[in-house]
């Protein structure tokens, strides 16, 4: 129960940063009453639709470092859960924003936040429906749950694997792993404009949300690529009961990317589990493999299949001679 | 991005403590999804029912202490969020739980907090849908966000509150404050029981949801009382253009609360503003008073009227001989 430290009090940045973006979904109220409404019937969600939710929290010296852009911070946080829509075919509709600011923290700091959520609320088509904003002796610490719609019961799973399928991602992988190496100075072999796209790649995910929403009906399992790929298929293997293999030579990899690992092979372990990809993860049956490769050119987002879905279990990564390439770690473990 | 260094990793507590939080909702599919869903059609949610929102936040050094047991701090921060959902009229459905955990935080800590959240899931009925578990170099944050459900289109709001209505609020006022004073040892006057009471009070609110949900119909205006009697009259006030005066004299207070106010009678500030109330403050037109009062009596949650809604602006809080009192602070802010 400290008193007051900031600058503008609580209901000033209220007034000022937050409840302008949540102008256009009038069932938040300006953010001037305790909570916000989602209407079932001509509000925020459609006839036949159901709700798709999920949350996801940032903190700073974890996933953002101090000197990360203030727009880029809240362009990640966003992005990090609307990825998770975009793996579930999902449109976004609102979101709520918990902020734990630390007392250093100026006001200039939280504007160039608002504005990097301005302008993906712009780009994504997702407004602000409420949240929670109090002090912390810690940290920044940020925390987004987003709310979406799918057509009733059209649920993309990752249960949903089946021996026979393609595994696909979409974009390419291993860039945001790298991006965190150029970032600290410790990647060799690229330029410094491929060190600058790589870094990008890590501090701005690019939810696939035009992608996801065309899955449906040509894919079985999705999810996002957070943890990285070795590591998030496995996800996909054990809720499903299938094994899946990786051909590492079929891995989509940005010019930046192939660039460092010509100079370093042993990255390629970063590039499969490394993490923060938020490409898209999926597999499908061979029929739909023509119509999901026609959707990637159509949509302009590379589309590529990388594997295969076999009865078993478990996930292996094969070279282009087919041999097993033994990983020692598979996967981002959160803590 | 540091490596692992709890002794149960993610996915183990996810199995072992959260995912049996979400038995009963089977659309979180046991958090091994990557998202939840809410059914609009024979899921969670009735036909003719829209979606209240809300979350709210928790930090250790700031709205809890280190030796606050892991029980209490799983309630508190849920109830928090039910209390709003109580003052809105809403029945509970799901819940999303983030969790910032500092490597000193143990397994222990996390077991108790589950074990906190589950009882509260069964008495309030409200189910684990999914969350987020990240490290944190800092304090253990918290933060919940809950999703209710009210009859559409028949909202409670902040901004209806009308001239010739009075002011009620359910059960005691002043606890929580009084409470933590008693905590730190600065509370002279009360027995040592009464010290627990009040602790008790600030501890671990009870959120009103009965009673929010029989209030539609009856009243004009509702919210919770979070940061203060005089502090959230204001908003009600400043909300829907009127003025509103509390008659100091009426408000309810605990025997606990009596006895210290009768100590130092200057401390029907920390009475009127301290907040932590969690109590539900409502005003509704004369023709409803009784119906309110009967209310209280059915449900056994005490409902005083305890001040009135004009026309103007502004909050007084007047004493027994109808003088204005003076407040130095009319309500917590947040930082």
Redesign the interface.
């Known amino acids: 129960?400290?008193?007051?430290?900031?600058r503008l009090?609580?209901f000033a940045l209220i007034r000022k940063l937050w409840a302008p973006l949540a102008r256009g979904f009038p069932d938040a109220?300006g953010l001037?009453?305790?909570?916000?409404?989602?209407?079932?019937?001509g509000?925020g969600?459609r006839a036949g639709?159901?709700?798709?939710?999920?949350?996801?929290?940032?903190?700073e010296?974890?996933?953002f470092l101090p000197d990360d852009p203030a727009e880029l911070v809240a362009q990640k946080l966003l992005r990090v859960n609307l990825s998770?829509?975009a793996?579930?075919g999902?449109r976004p509709i609102?979101y709520?924003l918990?902020l734990?600011?630390p007392?250093s923290l100026d006001d200039a700091w939280l504007e160039r936040f608002a504005a990097g959520l301005a302008a993906d609320q712009n780009e994504f088509g997702i407004l602000l429906?409420?949240?929670?904003?109090?002090?912390?002796?810690?940290?920044l610490?940020l925390?987004l749950?987003v709310?979406g719609a799918?057509p009733?019961?059209r649920?993309l799973?990752?249960?949903a694997a089946k021996a026979g399928d393609a595994v696909f991602v979409s974009g390419t992988i291993g860039d945001a792993a790298l991006g965190?190496m150029a970032r600290s100075g410790t990647l060799a072999g690229v330029t410094a404009e491929e060190g600058r796209f790589l870094s990008e790649r890590y501090r701005l995910p690019r939810p696939r949300l035009s992608l996801g929403q065309r899955l449906r009906g040509l894919v079985h399992a999705t999810?996002?690529i957070s943890d990285g790929l070795i590591g998030d298929l496995e996800h996909i293997a054990e809720?499903s009961g299938v094994a899946a293999t990786i051909e590492v030579g079929s891995v989509p990899l940005s010019p930046a990317a192939r660039a460092a690992l010509t100079r370093d092979a042993r990255l390629i372990e970063s590039v499969l589990a490394g993490g923060d990809d938020y490409e898209l993860l999926f597999t499908a049956p061979p029929r739909h493999h023509d119509a999901l490769l026609a959707l990637g050119r159509e949509l302009g987002v590379p589309v590529t299949r990388v594997g295969t879905i076999a009865s078993g279990s478990g996930v292996r990564a094969l070279d282009p001679e087919g041999r097993e390439i033994k990983l020692a770690r598979t996967g981002?473990?959160?803590?």
Chains 1, 2 share one sequence.
């Open positions: 129960m400290s008193p007051a430290r900031h009090d609580e109220y001037a009453d305790d909570v916000a409404y989602v209407a079932l019937e509000g969600v639709e159901e709700l798709v939710l999920k949350c996801d929290a940032l903190v010296g974890v996933h998770d829509l793996a579930k999902a609102v709520l918990t734990m600011l007392a429906a409420g949240g929670d904003t109090v002090a912390t002796p810690g940290p610490a925390s749950a709310v799918i009733a019961g649920r799973l990752r249960a965190l999810m996002d809720a981002y473990r959160h803590f």
